[in-house]
Protein backbone atom coordinates (compact mmCIF):
# COMPACT_ATOMS: atom_id res chain seq x y z
CA UNK A 1 0.00 0.00 0.00
CA UNK A 2 3.06 2.53 1.11
CA UNK A 3 3.93 1.76 -2.99
CA UNK A 4 0.62 2.99 -4.01
CA UNK A 5 0.87 5.99 -1.85
CA UNK A 6 3.90 7.25 -3.41
CA UNK A 7 2.64 6.45 -6.67
CA UNK A 8 -0.35 9.02 -6.06
CA UNK A 9 2.05 11.28 -4.73
CA UNK A 10 4.32 11.51 -7.15
CA UNK A 11 2.31 11.65 -9.94
CA UNK A 12 0.16 14.69 -7.22
CA UNK A 13 3.86 16.38 -7.43
CA UNK A 14 4.31 16.11 -11.22
CA UNK A 15 0.39 17.43 -11.67
CA UNK A 16 1.71 20.36 -9.59
CA UNK A 17 4.37 20.91 -11.55
CA UNK A 18 2.95 21.28 -14.81
CA UNK A 19 0.16 23.22 -13.27
CA UNK A 20 2.94 25.68 -12.27
CA UNK A 21 5.13 25.60 -15.17
CA UNK A 22 1.50 26.62 -17.61
CA UNK A 23 0.19 29.32 -15.26
CA UNK A 24 4.19 30.64 -15.44
CA UNK A 25 4.09 30.67 -19.41
CA UNK A 26 0.80 32.47 -19.08
CA UNK A 27 2.27 35.07 -16.63
CA UNK A 28 5.48 35.38 -18.99
CA UNK A 29 2.63 35.86 -22.17
CA UNK A 30 0.90 38.62 -20.43
CA UNK A 31 4.58 40.62 -19.40
CA UNK A 32 5.64 39.90 -23.02
CA UNK A 33 2.68 41.17 -24.47
CA UNK A 34 2.24 44.36 -22.37
CA UNK A 35 6.14 45.18 -22.80
CA UNK A 36 6.69 43.73 -26.11
CA UNK A 37 9.46 41.46 -24.29
CA UNK A 38 10.95 39.41 -27.29
CA UNK A 39 13.05 37.67 -24.94
CA UNK A 40 10.36 36.31 -22.29
CA UNK A 41 7.84 35.27 -25.81
CA UNK A 42 10.78 32.93 -26.43
CA UNK A 43 11.07 31.63 -23.02
CA UNK A 44 7.83 30.77 -23.37
CA UNK A 45 8.29 28.98 -26.53
CA UNK A 46 11.04 27.12 -25.69
CA UNK A 47 9.53 26.02 -22.22
CA UNK A 48 6.92 24.48 -24.47
CA UNK A 49 9.21 21.18 -24.86
CA UNK A 50 9.17 21.08 -20.83
CA UNK A 51 5.28 20.92 -20.64
CA UNK A 52 5.44 18.45 -23.37
CA UNK A 53 7.46 16.23 -21.72
CA UNK A 54 5.52 16.60 -18.33
CA UNK A 55 2.74 15.81 -20.32
CA UNK A 56 4.30 12.73 -21.23
CA UNK A 57 5.33 11.84 -18.15
CA UNK A 58 2.32 12.19 -16.08
CA UNK A 59 0.69 9.71 -18.95
CA UNK A 60 3.05 7.22 -18.12
CA UNK A 61 2.62 7.71 -14.19
CA UNK A 62 -0.88 7.67 -14.93
CA UNK A 63 -1.03 4.13 -16.94
CA UNK A 64 1.66 2.49 -14.59
CA UNK A 65 -0.84 3.39 -11.71
CA UNK A 66 -4.10 1.71 -13.47
CA UNK A 67 -1.08 -1.05 -14.78
CA UNK A 68 0.31 -1.70 -11.36
CA UNK A 69 -2.07 -0.96 -8.99
CA UNK A 70 -4.91 -1.62 -10.08
CA UNK A 71 -6.45 1.26 -7.78
CA UNK A 72 -10.23 1.95 -7.45
CA UNK A 73 -12.92 4.64 -5.68
CA UNK A 74 -10.97 7.84 -4.33
CA UNK A 75 -7.70 6.37 -5.85
CA UNK A 76 -9.12 5.55 -9.03
CA UNK A 77 -10.97 8.99 -9.67
CA UNK A 78 -7.80 10.83 -9.34
CA UNK A 79 -5.64 8.97 -11.48
CA UNK A 80 -9.31 9.49 -14.08
CA UNK A 81 -8.93 13.14 -13.14
CA UNK A 82 -5.40 13.42 -13.57
CA UNK A 83 -5.01 12.13 -16.81
CA UNK A 84 -7.90 14.41 -18.31
CA UNK A 85 -6.31 17.54 -16.25
CA UNK A 86 -2.93 16.54 -17.80
CA UNK A 87 -4.28 16.83 -21.45
CA UNK A 88 -6.07 19.93 -20.17
CA UNK A 89 -2.95 21.25 -19.01
CA UNK A 90 -0.70 20.68 -21.62
CA UNK A 91 -3.62 22.57 -24.15
CA UNK A 92 -3.49 25.39 -21.75
CA UNK A 93 0.79 24.97 -22.13
CA UNK A 94 -0.06 25.24 -26.02
CA UNK A 95 -2.29 28.27 -26.18
CA UNK A 96 0.45 30.30 -23.69
CA UNK A 97 2.96 29.19 -26.75
CA UNK A 98 0.17 30.29 -29.53
CA UNK A 99 0.19 33.77 -27.99
CA UNK A 100 4.24 34.07 -27.76
CA UNK A 101 4.17 33.25 -31.39
CA UNK A 102 1.41 36.00 -32.39
CA UNK A 103 4.02 38.56 -30.39
CA UNK A 104 6.55 37.59 -31.52
CA UNK A 105 5.05 37.36 -35.42
CA UNK A 106 3.80 41.31 -34.78
CA UNK A 107 7.01 42.14 -34.14
CA UNK A 108 6.64 45.30 -32.30
CA UNK A 109 4.70 46.65 -29.14
CA UNK A 110 0.81 46.19 -29.57
CA UNK A 111 -1.05 49.47 -28.79
CA UNK A 112 -1.52 49.30 -25.24
CA UNK A 113 -4.64 51.63 -25.39
CA UNK A 114 -6.22 48.99 -27.69
CA UNK A 115 -5.24 46.22 -25.49
CA UNK A 116 -7.18 47.61 -23.07
CA UNK A 117 -9.82 48.56 -24.85
CA UNK A 118 -10.22 44.93 -26.08
CA UNK A 119 -9.73 44.06 -22.82
CA UNK A 120 -6.82 41.66 -23.40
CA UNK A 121 -5.62 43.25 -19.98
CA UNK A 122 -8.60 41.70 -18.08
CA UNK A 123 -8.79 38.02 -20.16
CA UNK A 124 -5.55 37.71 -19.04
CA UNK A 125 -6.30 39.10 -15.19
CA UNK A 126 -9.26 36.48 -14.81
CA UNK A 127 -7.72 33.43 -16.69
CA UNK A 128 -4.64 33.94 -14.27
CA UNK A 129 -6.91 33.91 -11.62
CA UNK A 130 -8.85 30.97 -12.90
CA UNK A 131 -5.46 29.52 -12.89
CA UNK A 132 -4.79 30.28 -9.37
CA UNK A 133 -7.95 29.16 -8.12
CA UNK A 134 -7.59 25.60 -10.13
CA UNK A 135 -3.96 25.29 -8.51
CA UNK A 136 -5.11 25.54 -4.64
CA UNK A 137 -7.83 23.66 -4.88
CA UNK A 138 -5.98 21.27 -6.09
CA UNK A 139 -3.35 21.69 -2.93
CA UNK A 140 -5.64 21.59 -0.54
CA UNK A 141 -8.60 19.75 -2.21
CA UNK A 142 -11.24 22.55 -1.60
CA UNK A 143 -13.49 22.50 -4.22
CA UNK A 144 -15.37 25.23 -3.00
CA UNK A 145 -12.39 27.16 -4.37
CA UNK A 146 -12.44 25.42 -7.57
CA UNK A 147 -16.22 26.15 -8.30
CA UNK A 148 -15.20 29.66 -8.30
CA UNK A 149 -13.64 28.99 -11.78
CA UNK A 150 -16.67 28.46 -13.31
CA UNK A 151 -18.27 32.12 -12.45
CA UNK A 152 -14.94 33.78 -13.63
CA UNK A 153 -15.04 31.07 -16.92
CA UNK A 154 -18.46 33.12 -17.86
CA UNK A 155 -17.04 36.76 -17.58
CA UNK A 156 -14.03 35.44 -20.29
CA UNK A 157 -16.96 34.14 -22.31
CA UNK A 158 -18.43 37.24 -21.71
CA UNK A 159 -15.66 39.48 -23.13
CA UNK A 160 -14.95 37.19 -26.01
CA UNK A 161 -18.48 37.68 -27.50
CA UNK A 162 -18.01 41.31 -27.08
CA UNK A 163 -14.85 41.67 -28.63
CA UNK A 164 -16.02 39.96 -31.41
CA UNK A 165 -18.19 42.94 -33.00
CA UNK A 166 -15.48 45.69 -31.50
CA UNK A 167 -12.86 44.13 -33.64
CA UNK A 168 -15.24 44.27 -36.81
CA UNK A 169 -15.91 48.12 -35.92
CA UNK A 170 -12.20 48.67 -34.78
CA UNK A 171 -11.13 47.40 -38.14
CA UNK A 172 -14.14 49.38 -40.30
CA UNK A 173 -13.08 52.24 -38.28
CA UNK A 174 -8.82 52.08 -39.30
CA UNK A 175 -8.16 49.42 -41.60
CA UNK A 176 -4.61 50.29 -41.44
CA UNK A 177 -4.44 48.61 -38.03
CA UNK A 178 -6.39 45.83 -38.78
CA UNK A 179 -3.56 43.17 -38.64
CA UNK A 180 -3.29 44.96 -34.95
CA UNK A 181 -6.76 44.16 -33.92
CA UNK A 182 -6.91 40.42 -35.57
CA UNK A 183 -4.15 39.32 -33.42
CA UNK A 184 -5.18 40.70 -29.94
CA UNK A 185 -8.36 39.04 -30.98
CA UNK A 186 -6.51 36.11 -31.82
CA UNK A 187 -4.87 36.59 -28.56
CA UNK A 188 -8.65 37.00 -26.74
CA UNK A 189 -9.72 33.51 -28.66
CA UNK A 190 -6.57 32.05 -27.12
CA UNK A 191 -7.70 33.11 -23.66
CA UNK A 192 -11.53 32.29 -24.20
CA UNK A 193 -10.12 28.74 -24.60
CA UNK A 194 -7.74 28.75 -21.49
CA UNK A 195 -10.63 29.33 -19.44
CA UNK A 196 -13.15 26.70 -20.81
CA UNK A 197 -9.66 24.36 -20.05
CA UNK A 198 -9.27 25.49 -16.65
CA UNK A 199 -12.55 24.86 -15.98
CA UNK A 200 -12.43 21.62 -17.33
CA UNK A 201 -9.50 20.80 -14.61
CA UNK A 202 -12.22 22.28 -12.09
CA UNK A 203 -15.02 20.03 -13.14
CA UNK A 204 -12.29 16.95 -12.53
CA UNK A 205 -11.44 18.11 -9.57
CA UNK A 206 -14.73 18.03 -8.42
CA UNK A 207 -15.10 14.77 -9.73
CA UNK A 208 -12.26 13.24 -8.06
CA UNK A 209 -12.59 14.71 -4.52
CA UNK A 210 -16.66 14.92 -4.62
CA UNK A 211 -17.71 12.00 -6.92
CA UNK A 212 -19.94 14.24 -8.47
CA UNK A 213 -19.74 14.36 -12.68
CA UNK A 214 -20.52 18.34 -13.59
CA UNK A 215 -19.64 17.67 -17.07
CA UNK A 216 -22.20 18.96 -19.62
CA UNK A 217 -24.23 20.56 -17.15
CA UNK A 218 -25.94 24.34 -16.87
CA UNK A 219 -24.13 26.40 -15.06
CA UNK A 220 -26.71 27.32 -12.44
CA UNK A 221 -26.50 23.46 -11.32
CA UNK A 222 -22.12 23.77 -11.30
CA UNK A 223 -22.01 26.73 -9.16
CA UNK A 224 -24.26 25.40 -6.70
CA UNK A 225 -22.35 26.20 -3.26
CA UNK A 226 -20.17 28.68 -4.95
CA UNK A 227 -19.67 32.39 -3.90
CA UNK A 228 -18.20 34.66 -5.84
CA UNK A 229 -14.40 34.86 -6.32
CA UNK B 1 -16.40 -1.41 18.35
CA UNK B 2 -15.73 1.63 16.40
CA UNK B 3 -12.58 2.00 14.78
CA UNK B 4 -11.07 5.94 13.85
CA UNK B 5 -11.57 6.46 10.18
CA UNK B 6 -8.30 6.03 8.47
CA UNK B 7 -9.32 7.69 5.51
CA UNK B 8 -6.32 9.14 3.89
CA UNK B 9 -8.30 10.43 0.39
CA UNK B 10 -10.76 13.24 0.44
CA UNK B 11 -14.22 13.83 1.88
CA UNK B 12 -16.37 12.36 -0.67
CA UNK B 13 -20.04 13.23 -1.02
CA UNK B 14 -21.30 10.02 -0.87
CA UNK B 15 -25.20 8.40 -1.35
CA UNK B 16 -26.51 5.59 0.10
CA UNK B 17 -25.74 2.22 -1.46
CA UNK B 18 -28.71 -0.45 -1.84
CA UNK B 19 -28.53 -3.71 -3.45
CA UNK B 20 -28.59 -3.71 -6.92
CA UNK B 21 -31.97 -5.52 -8.17
CA UNK B 22 -31.64 -6.90 -11.96
CA UNK B 23 -35.14 -6.77 -12.96
CA UNK B 24 -38.48 -6.34 -11.19
CA UNK B 25 -39.07 -10.13 -11.03
CA UNK B 26 -36.87 -10.87 -8.72
CA UNK B 27 -36.83 -11.31 -5.18
CA UNK B 28 -34.82 -12.06 -1.78
CA UNK B 29 -33.75 -15.78 -2.33
CA UNK B 30 -32.28 -15.79 1.62
CA UNK B 31 -32.30 -13.09 4.48
CA UNK B 32 -30.35 -13.21 7.76
CA UNK B 33 -31.96 -11.28 10.47
CA UNK B 34 -30.30 -9.91 13.11
CA UNK B 35 -27.62 -12.55 13.00
CA UNK B 36 -25.23 -13.07 16.23
CA UNK B 37 -22.79 -16.03 15.75
CA UNK B 38 -20.91 -17.51 18.63
CA UNK B 39 -17.83 -19.70 19.24
CA UNK B 40 -17.94 -20.22 23.07
CA UNK B 41 -17.46 -16.91 24.81
CA UNK B 42 -16.25 -15.50 21.24
CA UNK B 43 -18.93 -13.52 19.29
CA UNK B 44 -17.79 -13.95 15.53
CA UNK B 45 -20.69 -12.23 13.96
CA UNK B 46 -22.46 -9.10 15.76
CA UNK B 47 -26.26 -8.46 14.70
CA UNK B 48 -26.09 -8.54 10.97
CA UNK B 49 -29.27 -8.33 8.96
CA UNK B 50 -29.06 -8.43 5.17
CA UNK B 51 -31.12 -9.85 2.36
CA UNK B 52 -29.36 -12.20 -0.91
CA UNK B 53 -31.68 -11.24 -4.25
CA UNK B 54 -32.18 -14.37 -5.92
CA UNK B 55 -30.18 -14.77 -9.40
CA UNK B 56 -27.37 -12.99 -8.74
CA UNK B 57 -24.11 -12.78 -7.21
CA UNK B 58 -23.57 -11.39 -3.64
CA UNK B 59 -19.66 -11.00 -2.63
CA UNK B 60 -18.21 -11.15 0.71
CA UNK B 61 -15.07 -8.97 1.44
CA UNK B 62 -13.29 -8.07 4.67
CA UNK B 63 -9.95 -8.61 6.24
CA UNK B 64 -9.55 -12.25 7.50
CA UNK B 65 -11.17 -13.24 10.74
CA UNK B 66 -14.12 -10.64 10.02
CA UNK B 67 -16.64 -13.29 9.87
CA UNK B 68 -17.06 -14.12 6.08
CA UNK B 69 -16.92 -17.24 5.52
CA UNK B 70 -18.78 -18.21 9.43
CA UNK B 71 -21.62 -16.41 7.71
CA UNK B 72 -21.59 -17.52 4.42
CA UNK B 73 -21.45 -20.94 6.54
CA UNK B 74 -24.61 -20.26 8.42
CA UNK B 75 -26.59 -20.83 5.12
CA UNK B 76 -26.28 -24.42 4.65
CA UNK B 77 -25.65 -24.93 8.86
CA UNK B 78 -21.77 -26.08 8.08
CA UNK B 79 -21.28 -24.43 11.38
CA UNK B 80 -23.27 -26.88 13.38
CA UNK B 81 -20.29 -29.19 13.38
CA UNK B 82 -18.30 -26.47 15.02
CA UNK B 83 -17.83 -26.91 18.64
CA UNK B 84 -18.89 -24.13 20.81
CA UNK B 85 -21.14 -22.81 18.06
CA UNK B 86 -24.22 -20.85 18.82
CA UNK B 87 -26.47 -18.28 16.77
CA UNK B 88 -28.91 -16.13 17.65
CA UNK B 89 -31.47 -14.92 14.68
CA UNK B 90 -33.14 -15.89 11.56
CA UNK B 91 -32.01 -16.98 8.10
CA UNK B 92 -34.78 -17.85 5.75
CA UNK B 93 -34.49 -19.48 2.39
CA UNK B 94 -37.37 -18.57 0.58
CA UNK B 95 -39.47 -17.68 3.80
CA UNK B 96 -38.30 -20.46 5.73
CA UNK B 97 -36.42 -20.53 8.63
CA UNK B 98 -33.42 -23.15 8.00
CA UNK B 99 -32.85 -23.21 11.62
CA UNK B 100 -36.13 -24.60 12.74
CA UNK B 101 -35.98 -27.88 14.11
CA UNK B 102 -38.09 -29.25 11.68
CA UNK B 103 -35.51 -28.67 9.07
CA UNK B 104 -33.91 -31.80 7.23
CA UNK B 105 -30.36 -30.35 7.52
CA UNK B 106 -29.78 -32.89 4.40
CA UNK B 107 -32.23 -31.79 2.04
CA UNK B 108 -31.26 -28.09 3.00
CA UNK B 109 -28.05 -28.75 1.37
CA UNK B 110 -29.72 -30.49 -1.36
CA UNK B 111 -30.82 -26.59 -2.07
CA UNK B 112 -27.63 -25.11 -0.95
CA UNK B 113 -24.48 -26.49 -2.69
CA UNK B 114 -21.15 -25.11 -1.39
CA UNK B 115 -17.42 -24.96 -3.56
CA UNK B 116 -14.69 -24.46 -1.08
CA UNK B 117 -11.07 -22.94 -1.34
CA UNK B 118 -9.37 -26.59 -2.23
CA UNK B 119 -10.53 -28.17 -5.17
CA UNK B 120 -12.06 -31.64 -2.80
CA UNK B 121 -12.89 -33.99 -5.61
CA UNK B 122 -13.22 -37.96 -3.88
CA UNK B 123 -10.24 -40.27 -4.75
CA UNK B 124 -12.85 -41.95 -7.20
CA UNK B 125 -13.49 -41.13 -10.89
CA UNK B 126 -14.84 -38.42 -12.46
CA UNK B 127 -18.11 -39.65 -13.79
CA UNK B 128 -18.36 -41.68 -9.67
CA UNK B 129 -17.40 -37.51 -7.87
CA UNK B 130 -20.45 -36.05 -9.70
CA UNK B 131 -22.98 -38.65 -9.45
CA UNK B 132 -21.92 -39.30 -6.00
CA UNK B 133 -24.40 -36.78 -4.35
CA UNK B 134 -27.58 -38.32 -6.80
CA UNK B 135 -26.14 -42.06 -4.97
CA UNK B 136 -26.41 -41.09 -1.28
CA UNK B 137 -29.86 -39.53 -2.60
CA UNK B 138 -30.93 -43.27 -3.39
CA UNK B 139 -30.94 -42.77 -7.11
CA UNK B 140 -30.08 -45.77 -8.78
CA UNK B 141 -31.44 -45.31 -12.38
CA UNK B 142 -28.36 -45.42 -14.29
CA UNK B 143 -29.22 -43.46 -17.45
CA UNK B 144 -30.68 -40.93 -15.47
CA UNK B 145 -27.36 -40.78 -13.08
CA UNK B 146 -25.33 -40.35 -16.44
CA UNK B 147 -27.49 -37.93 -17.80
CA UNK B 148 -27.19 -35.53 -14.75
CA UNK B 149 -23.54 -36.35 -14.81
CA UNK B 150 -23.18 -35.07 -18.46
CA UNK B 151 -25.54 -32.36 -18.02
CA UNK B 152 -23.77 -31.24 -14.85
CA UNK B 153 -20.17 -31.52 -16.15
CA UNK B 154 -21.58 -29.64 -19.22
CA UNK B 155 -22.57 -26.67 -16.84
CA UNK B 156 -19.44 -26.60 -15.15
CA UNK B 157 -17.83 -26.17 -18.57
CA UNK B 158 -15.67 -29.40 -17.74
CA UNK B 159 -17.56 -31.64 -19.97
CA UNK B 160 -15.35 -31.30 -23.42
CA UNK B 161 -12.28 -31.51 -21.55
CA UNK B 162 -13.01 -34.43 -19.77
CA UNK B 163 -15.56 -36.36 -21.96
CA UNK B 164 -13.53 -39.21 -23.43
CA UNK B 165 -12.14 -39.99 -19.62
CA UNK B 166 -14.80 -39.87 -17.52
CA UNK B 167 -13.39 -43.03 -15.50
CA UNK B 168 -10.20 -41.59 -14.93
CA UNK B 169 -8.78 -40.23 -11.35
CA UNK B 170 -9.89 -36.92 -10.18
CA UNK B 171 -7.61 -36.64 -8.40
CA UNK B 172 -5.51 -36.30 -11.94
CA UNK B 173 -6.80 -33.19 -12.81
CA UNK B 174 -5.26 -30.36 -13.11
CA UNK B 175 -6.10 -27.50 -10.16
CA UNK B 176 -8.50 -25.67 -12.14
CA UNK B 177 -10.75 -28.82 -13.21
CA UNK B 178 -10.31 -29.91 -10.00
CA UNK B 179 -12.36 -27.41 -9.06
CA UNK B 180 -14.85 -27.20 -11.75
CA UNK B 181 -15.51 -30.83 -11.35
CA UNK B 182 -16.31 -29.76 -7.44
CA UNK B 183 -18.85 -27.43 -9.19
CA UNK B 184 -20.01 -30.50 -11.30
CA UNK B 185 -20.88 -32.85 -7.86
CA UNK B 186 -22.54 -29.65 -6.60
CA UNK B 187 -24.85 -28.99 -9.61
CA UNK B 188 -25.75 -32.42 -10.26
CA UNK B 189 -27.78 -32.40 -6.76
CA UNK B 190 -29.57 -29.43 -8.33
CA UNK B 191 -29.20 -26.34 -5.76
CA UNK B 192 -30.90 -23.37 -6.11
CA UNK B 193 -28.17 -21.64 -3.99
CA UNK B 194 -24.21 -21.97 -4.61
CA UNK B 195 -22.10 -20.67 -1.70
CA UNK B 196 -18.16 -20.25 -2.74
CA UNK B 197 -15.71 -20.05 0.24
CA UNK B 198 -13.16 -18.17 -2.10
CA UNK B 199 -13.19 -20.91 -4.99
CA UNK B 200 -10.33 -19.25 -7.08
CA UNK B 201 -7.96 -18.44 -4.26
CA UNK B 202 -5.84 -21.53 -5.23
CA UNK B 203 -6.19 -21.15 -8.71
CA UNK B 204 -4.06 -19.67 -11.79
CA UNK B 205 -5.36 -16.74 -13.78
CA UNK B 206 -6.48 -18.80 -16.58
CA UNK B 207 -8.40 -21.27 -14.46
CA UNK B 208 -9.80 -18.44 -12.32
CA UNK B 209 -10.84 -16.73 -15.54
CA UNK B 210 -13.30 -19.99 -16.47
CA UNK B 211 -14.25 -20.12 -13.02
CA UNK B 212 -15.21 -16.42 -12.93
CA UNK B 213 -17.11 -17.15 -16.47
CA UNK B 214 -19.04 -20.28 -15.43
CA UNK B 215 -20.30 -18.29 -12.09
CA UNK B 216 -21.56 -15.40 -14.26
CA UNK B 217 -23.27 -18.20 -16.44
CA UNK B 218 -24.45 -19.39 -13.47
CA UNK B 219 -26.10 -16.78 -11.91
CA UNK B 220 -29.00 -17.11 -14.73
CA UNK B 221 -30.19 -20.28 -12.87
CA UNK B 222 -28.68 -19.86 -8.97
CA UNK B 223 -28.42 -17.40 -6.77
CA UNK B 224 -24.41 -17.14 -5.56
CA UNK B 225 -22.76 -16.07 -2.37
CA UNK B 226 -18.97 -15.62 -3.00
CA UNK B 227 -15.86 -14.97 -0.08
CA UNK B 228 -13.31 -13.88 -1.73
CA UNK B 229 -10.33 -12.24 -0.83
CA UNK B 230 -9.49 -10.76 -4.58
CA UNK B 231 -11.42 -7.02 -4.58
CA UNK B 232 -11.00 -7.33 -8.54
CA UNK B 233 -13.02 -10.67 -9.00
CA UNK B 234 -15.24 -9.15 -6.29
CA UNK B 235 -15.38 -6.08 -8.74
CA UNK B 236 -15.32 -8.21 -11.56
CA UNK B 237 -18.06 -10.64 -10.99
CA UNK B 238 -20.61 -9.96 -8.38
CA UNK B 239 -23.81 -7.93 -8.18
CA UNK B 240 -23.96 -6.84 -4.87
CA UNK B 241 -20.86 -6.63 -2.09
CA UNK B 242 -21.26 -7.10 1.69
CA UNK B 243 -18.03 -5.41 3.48
CA UNK B 244 -17.55 -6.91 6.68
CA UNK B 245 -15.38 -5.94 9.70
CA UNK B 246 -14.68 -7.62 12.64
CA UNK B 247 -17.94 -9.51 12.67
CA UNK B 248 -20.09 -6.30 11.29
CA UNK B 249 -21.94 -5.46 8.92
CA UNK B 250 -19.63 -2.25 7.30
CA UNK B 251 -21.36 -1.61 4.29
CA UNK B 252 -23.76 -3.51 1.58
CA UNK B 253 -24.26 -2.41 -1.67
CA UNK B 254 -24.21 -2.47 -5.23
CA UNK B 255 -20.86 -3.64 -6.56
CA UNK B 256 -20.54 -0.79 -8.88
CA UNK B 257 -20.77 1.97 -6.04
CA UNK B 258 -18.89 -0.02 -3.59
CA UNK B 259 -15.88 -0.10 -5.61
CA UNK B 260 -16.33 3.35 -7.04
CA UNK B 261 -17.59 5.72 -4.42
CA UNK B 262 -18.80 3.51 -0.71
CA UNK B 263 -19.94 5.18 1.62
CA UNK B 264 -18.13 4.59 4.47
CA UNK B 265 -14.65 5.88 4.49
CA UNK B 266 -13.81 2.41 6.60
CA UNK B 267 -14.79 0.33 3.13
CA UNK B 268 -12.77 2.87 0.88
CA UNK B 269 -9.98 2.18 3.00
CA UNK B 270 -10.15 -1.47 2.98
CA UNK B 271 -10.62 -1.57 -0.96
CA UNK B 272 -7.98 1.20 -1.63
CA UNK B 273 -5.86 -1.37 0.20
CA UNK B 274 -5.18 1.16 3.07
CA UNK B 275 -6.15 -1.46 5.87
CA UNK B 276 -7.45 -5.44 6.08
Known amino acids: MANLDN ?3 LLKDNILELMFLVKNQLEKGSKALDQFDEELAHEITANEKRVDSLELTIDRDCENLLALHNPVAVDLRFV ?29 AMDKETIQKMKVDEMYAVSLKMMSNIFNAFITEDTKLARKVFKLDKR ?14 LIQEDVEQTQNYLYLFSIVRKLERVGDLTKNIAEELIFYIEAKVLKHQKMKSQNNNSSDS | MEVKSEASGPKATRVKTEPRVNSENQTYKLRAKNIDVF ?90 NVAYGLRIQGIKDKDFIEQRVVESLKQATLFEEVKDDL ?28 LMDEPTSALDPISTAKIEELITELKKKYTIAIVTHNMQQAGRISDNTV ?21 K ?12
Open chain 2, 243 to 263: FLYMGKLVEYGDTQKIFTNPE
Open chain 1, 7 to 9: EIK
Open chain 2, 167 to 194: DKQALALSGGQQQRLCMARTLAVKPSVL
Open chain 1, 156 to 169: LNEINREVSGLTTE
Open chain 2, 39 to 128: YGDFQAIHDISLDIIDNSITAFIGPSGCGKSTFLRLFNRMNDYIDGFSMNGQILLEGQDIYDPSVNVEELRKKIGMVFQKPNPFPKSIFE
Open chain 2, 265 to 276: DRTQNYITGRFG
Open chain 1, 80 to 108: MASFKINSDLERIGDHANSIAKYILDFGK
